[in-house]
């Protein structure tokens, strides 16, 4: 009953005979996308209209959660490059976005170097 009234699946409220672990992870991102996120979104806009704009008459700031709208890693990954190719962002862009470093060029050898080492 707990799990249906807050449109839970019941693997999360330690159910495990009846869970299929197959789709056990697409359970989890259902139910966070649909009892998480919407109860979030409502605390998010509860606190900037009545404390920030009521309270203390900040009207220019919202306040929001974080990695509420979570994308699958293959649109993610689809944006990314589509953005790259149109020249939106660089590559160094894209790679902090995945949490790397950027791509440190190779030094360049002098005329005599170059000639040294052939």
Known sequence: MIANA???????LGVA????????GELADEA????VVPVAKLLAEHIT???FAKKLGW???????NDLESRDEMQELHIQT??????VLTVDEVRS???LGPIVPAPELSPTQA????
Do not use: H, I, Y
């Open 6 to 12: 807050f449109d839970l699946p019941p693997m999360l």
């Open 59 to 65: 009207r220019e700031f919202e306040f929001c959660f």
């Open 82 to 87: 589509s953005l790259l190719q149109a020249g």
């Open 97 to 99: 976005m995945r949490g």
């Open 49 to 51: 209209r009545d404390l």
């Open 32 to 35: 966070f996308q649909s009892a």
């Open 115 to 118: 000639a040294v080492t052939q």
């Open 17 to 24: 005979s009846d869970v299929n672990k197959s789709t056990a």
